[in-house]
């Protein structure tokens, strides 16, 4: 029922704060360091807003990067966090290397074959992608999905921690959440951690540890190797043309660049040969020629023709049938009387 419940809302299930806090216990980074945090799922954007504040307690300089695709939560995010666009993270533009934390709350749902889980994690921690090396990545994800995402996690990140979320919330979504560095390419995959994942997977809430309990484990949130240069929305809204229109003044070149272009002779030239009837087709529909010609309206139209023919194979003697498909113009004539074509 809560799998149904999780599909019915679009996946969507914000971090409780509560939940949050203890995540953020064991969350450490260094004074003055400066941090980017990145939510790839930010809903109405508390949870990284949550983490910005706990950094900012501790003295570092986090800069908070948000990423929703529902408008009216990355409207709510954009009130909270320093930088907020409103897409999928597929239509995302991110400089890489330049995030050192990632908290990743995917939507809980089944896409086609694979756990919408295992595709946000595959994408957004690839190799030499948006994560600088070392970054800290918590997902947050059901505990009967881990097994789906064990084997990437045990090939992209290291130190790797599992708790559950409290007895307060964990019974609704069986959440838990995981600890690790994103760690550099090439490594091979940590086969130990592969198989504890997927058999922490499989037991009861009771082999897990609770994010309450107080276990003295830290995680540092390490300082990025580049900055944080591009990070918009690769979909252009009509609002953003009209902005890019209102800065580049491009009306009025494109404008100036008609009224440039002139005629070497404005007197009406004949054709060398008459015109067939799909040249008046085609410059109809171009609209060089009026459509409107008294109480009748033309309209050029092309369709495809099929043709079909018996061929001889001069090798093998065989007969087969060729079938060629071949543009034809027409011009289409609307009137009282009726809808008539001009072949």
């Given at each position: 029922?809560a799998?149904?419940?999780s599909?019915?809302k679009?996946?969507?299930?914000p971090?409780p704060?509560?939940?949050?806090?203890?995540?953020?216990?064991?969350?450490?980074?260094?004074?003055?360091?400066?941090v980017t945090l990145?939510d790839?799922?930010a809903?109405?954007?508390?949870?990284l807003?949550?983490a910005?504040n706990?950094l900012?307690?501790?003295?570092?300089?986090?800069?908070?990067y948000?990423?929703?695709?529902?408008?009216?939560?990355?409207?709510a995010a954009?009130?909270?966090?320093?930088?907020?666009?409103s897409?999928g993270?597929?239509?995302?533009r991110?400089?890489?290397k330049?995030?050192?934390f990632l908290?990743l709350?995917?939507?809980?749902?089944?896409?086609?074959?694979e756990r919408?889980?295992?595709?946000?994690?595959?994408?957004?921690?690839?190799?030499d992608?948006y994560l600088?090396?070392g970054?800290?990545?918590?997902?947050?994800i059901?505990?009967?999905v881990?097994?789906?995402?064990?084997?990437?996690?045990?090939i992209?990140?290291?130190?790797?921690?599992v708790?559950?979320f409290t007895?307060?919330?964990y019974?609704l979504?069986k959440?838990?959440?995981?600890?690790?560095?994103?760690?550099?390419?090439?490594?091979?995959?940590?086969t130990?951690l592969?198989?504890e994942?997927?058999?922490?997977s499989?037991?009861?809430?009771?082999?897990?540890?609770?994010?309450?309990e107080?276990d003295?484990?830290?995680?540092?949130?390490?300082?990025?190797?580049?900055?944080v240069?591009?990070?918009?929305?690769?979909i252009?809204?009509?609002?953003?043309i009209f902005?890019s229109?209102?800065e580049?003044?491009?009306l009025?070149k494109?404008?100036?660049?008609?009224?440039?272009?002139?005629l070497?002779?404005?007197k009406?030239?004949?054709?060398?040969?008459?015109?067939?009837l799909?040249?008046y087709?085609?410059?109809i529909?171009?609209g060089?020629?009026?459509?409107?010609m008294g109480d009748?309206?033309l309209?050029?139209?092309?369709k495809?023709?099929?043709?079909?023919?018996?061929?001889?194979?001069n090798?093998?003697?065989?007969?087969?049938?060729?079938v060629?498909?071949?543009?034809?113009?027409?011009v289409?004539?609307?009137?009282?009387?009726?809808?008539?074509?001009?072949?």
């Amino acid at each position: 029922m809560a799998r149904l419940e999780s599909e019915s809302k679009g996946g969507y299930y914000p971090t409780p704060s509560k939940e949050m806090a203890h995540i953020l216990k064991r969350v450490v980074a260094d004074y003055g360091a400066r941090v980017t945090l990145l939510d790839p799922c930010a809903g109405k954007g508390e949870a990284l807003r949550q983490a910005q504040n706990h950094l900012l307690k501790i003295g570092a300089g986090p800069v908070s990067y948000g990423i929703e695709i529902e408008k009216n939560r990355a409207e709510a995010a954009a009130g909270l966090l320093d930088h907020t666009i409103s897409c999928g993270y597929e239509d995302a533009r991110m400089s890489h290397k330049a995030f050192s934390f990632l908290y990743l709350n995917p939507p809980f749902m089944q896409v086609g074959r694979e756990r919408s889980e295992t595709i946000f994690f595959r994408d957004l921690t690839q190799a030499d992608s948006y994560l600088t090396d070392g970054a800290l990545v918590i997902l947050n994800i059901p505990q009967y999905v881990l097994a789906d995402v064990a084997r990437l996690i045990a090939i992209r990140l290291e130190n790797v921690k599992v708790y559950r979320f409290t007895d307060e919330n964990y019974p609704l979504y069986k959440q838990i959440i995981v600890y690790g560095y994103r760690k550099k390419a090439g490594t091979g995959c940590d086969t130990a951690l592969h198989q504890e994942l997927v058999w922490l997977s499989r037991s009861s809430g009771n082999a897990l540890s609770v994010l309450d309990e107080e276990d003295g484990v830290q995680y540092k949130v390490p300082e990025p190797m580049r900055t944080v240069e591009l990070f918009q929305s690769g979909i252009v809204e009509l609002d953003d043309i009209f902005q890019s229109l209102s800065e580049c003044d491009f009306l009025n070149k494109v404008t100036d660049k008609i009224k440039a272009v002139k005629l070497e002779n404005a007197k009406a030239q004949n054709p060398a040969m008459p015109l067939k009837l799909s040249h008046y087709a085609t410059a109809i529909a171009a609209g060089a020629l009026p459509e409107k010609m008294g109480d009748h309206m033309l309209v050029g139209v092309t369709k495809r023709v099929q043709t079909e023919r018996t061929e001889v194979d001069n090798e093998t003697g065989k007969e087969k049938e060729t079938v060629t498909f071949r543009p034809k113009s027409l011009v289409r004539v609307f009137s009282k009387q009726g809808i008539f074509d001009l072949e």
